[in-house]
């Protein structure tokens, strides 16, 4: 699984063989939670969250936004267009 983001600690990874829509995951400690990429264009939706907290969830949302060109472009590369 190829990680595509580092925020601090935690790695952000888009799995090779995984469904659309465009999504990534993040993992942490323990901790794992899913997030959609481009829905609504220029956002991300929170999808499933297994052990992060509701602060952690929204330092996570508003880094990955800031990095969204990057994983949509990633999502892309290994998976085609979104």
Not at 10 to 37: C, K, T
Not at 67 to 77: D, F, Y
């Amino acid at each position: 699984m190829p990680t595509v983001l580092r925020l601090g600690a935690l790695r952000v990874v888009i799995y090779p063989n995984d469904h659309r829509p465009a999504h990534v995951h993040v993992m942490g400690q323990s901790h794992e939670a899913v997030w959609e990429l481009n829905i609504p264009p220029g956002s991300v939706a929170l999808r499933e969250n297994y052990g992060f907290a509701r602060h952690d969830l929204n330092v996570i949302e508003r880094s990955l936004v800031d990095s969204l060109a990057l994983l949509v472009r990633e999502w892309e590369r290994i998976h085609g267009v979104v």
